[in-house]
């Protein structure tokens, strides 16, 4: 008896290059068509990874994000447009998702992924692809893929440069290669690593990592090709130079090496310090000042102030609040002086830059009270000045 199809006529058209292809055919579409796959996070990386896996007709995906849709986003992540500004980033992907392609389903994941939820939602997918942009979700993802047995398509972009490897892939014998632990086996300090709204991003880096992981999902899908697994790809976008480096299992990885202590998911923001207090030479707290304590103080006269900028002159020049422009990395060659009598605070776009700037300061003037922005130029202009421009 002749299989029945599970594909209809208009099916037959849309994937029709697919099937063409000897290595995909029907076979691979079908098992696109009943693949089921976790994108968490819908922004830079997962504008595209969605885009793709809706066009390629990859049965069930599921879209993991509870945010809103921000101006500040238009420039990288391509399923919005200007009119989903402040709609939620979930509910107008799968909207556009659908519109692209009307033969697959939407799962939305509404919600912010943590310990209490994320393996409960991996176990009910095939491929999981990590577009998150922080260190704690990236360690859970990490961990959930590892204790659920999914493969964790990884990546990431910072600036000009962009890497992706799949992590705990299952070879043909049964075993599973190195996960994001066996190479990042530990978080970097708080604000030692910006992130993109820090650093800046280009706006096509994502879309080539985010088309790139994509791919992964579908030779994983189809059982075609060499799948990225105990590798990490490296690419500068300024060059085009890529390389890859190869992932070793570590022995003494707590999640799959040979005495593992993790057996459940974690608190994933005490294990990164999100919470944990900057120090300035293991002693010292560096203080934090609002800004509406700030403008009061501005209006002051009496107050004997001063106001550094540690961003750079570029981004001065998009907005300012007045104030000495030393950008951090020209911190180690400035001759600037400071009294004992005056209050110096010290601001960035966020206050991630500036606590890095407090810190160097407080080693050469340990007698000088500095105060460290919270929240930056963004937060003066959200609740100070709204006629500045945020970027």
Avoid at 362 to 372: A, D, G, M
């Amino acid at each position: 008896m002749e299989k029945e199809s599970i594909f209809s006529k208009e099916e037959y058209a849309r994937y029709s290059r697919h099937f063409i292809l000897p290595e995909v055919n029907v076979a691979g579409q079908e098992k696109m068509k009943q693949a089921k796959v976790l994108v968490v996070g819908s922004g830079g990386l997962g504008s595209p990874v969605l885009l793709y896996l809706a066009a390629a007709g990859i049965g069930t995906i599921g879209i993991v994000d509870f945010d809103t849709i921000d101006k500040t986003n238009l420039q990288r992540q391509v399923l919005f447009s200007s009119n989903d500004e402040g709609k939620p980033k979930a509910i107008q992907a799968k909207q556009r998702l659908l519109e692209l392609n009307p033969h697959i389903e939407i799962n939305l994941h509404q919600i912010k992924i943590d310990s209490s939820n994320a393996l409960e939602i991996v176990k009910g997918y095939d491929v999981v692809i990590d577009g998150t942009d922080n260190f704690p979700t990236r360690y859970l993802m990490n961990d959930a893929c590892v204790l659920a047995g999914k493969p964790n398509v990884y990546g990431s972009v910072f600036r000009f440069e962009g890497q992706m490897s799949v992590f705990n892939y299952q070879y043909e014998d049964g075993t599973f290669g190195p996960n994001y632990r066996d190479i990042f086996p530990e978080p970097p300090a708080p604000g030692e690593v910006p992130n993109c709204s820090e650093g800046g991003v280009l706006g096509v880096l994502p879309g080539i990592i985010g088309c790139l992981q994509a791919n992964e999902a579908i030779k994983i899908i189809c059982g075609i090709g060499e799948v990225l697994a105990g590798k990490l790809l490296l690419l500068d976008t300024l060059t085009l130079l890529t390389r890859k480096i190869k992932i070793k299992k570590q022995a003494d990885n707590p999640i799959s090496g040979e005495n593992p202590s993790i057996k459940a998911l974690i608190d994933y923001e005490a294990f990164c310090n999100i919470n944990a207090p900057v120090l300035v030479k293991n002693t010292q707290h560096v203080e934090e000042i609002d800004v509406l304590t700030l403008k009061e103080m501005i209006g002051n006269k009496e107050t004997t102030l001063r106001i550094i900028d540690v961003r750079e002159p570029y981004e001065y020049e998009i907005s300012n609040i007045g104030g000495d422009l030393i950008p951090l990395g020209s911190l180690d060659k400035s001759t600037i002086e400071f009294s004992k009598n005056e209050t110096v605070i010290v601001h960035c776009r966020t206050g991630v830059r500036s606590t890095k700037a407090i810190k160097k300061l407080q080693e050469t003037y340990s007698n000088v009270k500095f105060l460290n922005l919270k929240g930056g130029i963004l937060e003066w202009i959200a609740k100070v000045d709204s006629s500045l421009v945020a970027y």
